[in-house]
């Protein structure tokens, strides 16, 4: 009787010590300190992701302390470099990038590029509005572009950094309109918040940017949005009417993911997967795809890796029919 009570009690240790080795393969891994690197100056959209997944990586449990640096300048390459530069190994340490990034990089063809670090996951996409001042004596995306064929430079643009969306799509207006992109008055900024600030001056004529970026001017009334660049108007902003619906077939959509350091083993890039996944699965996370009329549109790893491959073709080959290559 006794061997026997022996054997079972052996037995249930065994099975106790075996599913806490299961549970600790399989539980989350909560990294004591995690870095996120913007490469954009506080206030637009990189900053916006930035921030939002670093808090939904808490809010999942992945991350118990998450630091920021934003280093604006050059659509987002600037603060890629010092990434790369800074991180090599580090697991825990992200870099928020997008077709902003993509298309500066096509432009300018830096020397650090995102073949440098480690495609983690594409989180979401969004579309562009267009907005003029409160007080702009424009009403519509017709009557800039009206002005804008009879004197290109009088109208200027403000957005993101040259080769990013809102530059391409300033871009294809114009070659729409049948005016020679060259001649096109874009002037770049290094964030959402410059580019915001010079819109409300007055500064520039019509500002573009992410929507989540100008959606708080737009209901308080201190800008007025006059076209979107999306196939059909926004959930969220149904009197915005569409590029498409003013005459101008111009269609185009932004995207924002993250990168991981470069030097990382294939299994620290697996946890550093499974933490973004699981993060974007939090109600808080959620929360903001709703607020900001993000599109979730989750893809990770090697399928992301050639996503921005496919992407990089795809952006050079509208700067080439746009004029700007």
Known sequence: MNALLTRAVRHARHALIATASLLALTAPVQAENFKIMIGANPGGGFDQTGRGIGK?????????NVSYENRGGAGGTIGLAQFVNASKGDPNA??????????????NKPPVTLENATPVARLFTEYNVFVVPANSPFKTMREVVEQMKKDP?????GGGS???VDHISVA?????AGVDVARANYIPFRGGGEASAAILGGHVTVGTAGYAEFAEFIRTGKVRAIAVTSPQRLASAKDIPTLREQGLDVEIGNWRGVYGAPGITPDQRKALVAAVTKATSTPGWKEALQKNDWTPSLLTG???????????????ALMVKSGML
Do not use: N
Not at 153 to 157: D, E, L, T
């Open 56 to 64: 939904a990586l808490q809010d999942a449990g992945a991350a118990k």
């Open 172 to 176: 294809m207006i114009a070659r729409a």
């Open 153 to 157: 430079a009088s109208v200027k643009w």
């Open 162 to 164: 040259k080769g990013s």
């Open 94 to 107: 992200l870099v928020v990038m997008g077709a902003v990034m993509v298309g500066a990089i096509v432009q």
């Open 302 to 316: 090697d399928d992301f890796g050639r996503f921005v491959s496919d992407e990089h073709a795809r952006l050079r």
